[in-house]
């Protein structure tokens, strides 16, 4: 079973500069997130899907960020303008069982650095 | 908001010995979850638990949820190299959906 792909996984930019990242989950995934990563910290939800629909986006600062899933499967994330501390690791995952149970099955990561 | 928050954030464990670590959240969950992290990988699903005072084992892991579903713990035994990474915890509310990742531990063995 493949897993879930992220692309790129290295990207160096300028602030104000935009970016965007590419998910594809697990096959038969429903659910799809993603999470930012700062250095040194858990990582933290910034979007929820179920489908193509949007679940919990509370964390996500919308006046830059934007996120969508067309068809209900893969999901790009977009950043517009970037700012320093935008530099994370953006995780993308994907999990199985609807509702409040399931694991998460990890990408390996998109690094961005906002210089 | 939900909170979760995990003590120590660094451990530094001999090789051989035992340690703990320790998820607290503000809010009462219906279930939670063990992700491990190796240094520049990705969390890695351990375990779920879901009952109150529940306690599961994976070989020298034991996981433990407590009675009130507030806090959990990860006990590892006889800590080997293979050990070193970062163990998140992560809750979900018990009427949401939302999985909220504490902190991490940090995990360094000493050979």
């Known amino acids: 079973e493949a897993g879930v792909a992220q692309s790129p996984r290295y990207k160096i930019i300028e602030k104000r500069q935009s970016v965007a990242f590419w998910c594809n989950p697990i096959?038969?995934?429903?659910?799809l997130y993603w999470y930012q990563q700062i250095l040194g910290q858990g990582p933290k939800l910034l979007i929820q899907?179920?489908?193509?629909?949007?679940?919990?986006d509370s964390q996500l600062p919308k006046d830059r960020f934007s996120a969508e899933r067309l068809k209900g499967v893969d999901s790009t994330l977009k950043i517009q303008p970037a700012k320093l501390e935008d530099s994370a690791v953006y995780l993308c995952?994907?999990?199985?069982?609807?509702?409040?149970?399931?694991?998460?099955?990890f990408g390996e990561g998109s690094r961005l650095t906002v210089l | 908001g939900q909170q979760v928050m995990q003590i120590p954030q660094y451990q530094h464990v001999q090789e051989g010995e035992d340690f703990t670590t320790y998820c607290n959240s503000s809010?009462?969950?219906?279930?939670i979850q063990w992700y491990k992290q190796r240094p520049g990988g990705h969390p890695v699903f351990l375990i779920q638990?879901?009952?109150?005072?529940e306690v599961k084992k994976q070989k020298r892991l034991t996981f433990q949820f407590g009675e009130a579903k507030k806090n959990s713990s990860l006990h590892i035994t006889a800590t080997q190299t293979t050990d070193v990474g970062t163990y998140f915890c992560?809750?979900?509310?018990?009427?949401?959906?939302?999985?909220?990742f504490g902190g991490g531990t940090r995990v360094l063995v000493k050979p």
């Open positions: 995952a994907s999990s199985k069982v609807k509702g409040s149970t399931g694991e998460l099955f």
């Open positions: 096959s038969g995934h429903a659910t």
């Open positions: 899907f179920q489908n193509n629909g949007v679940v919990d």
């Open positions: 809010t009462t969950l219906s279930n």
């Open positions: 638990l879901v009952k109150s005072g």
């Open positions: 992560a809750g979900r509310k018990a009427a949401g959906n939302k999985l909220t």
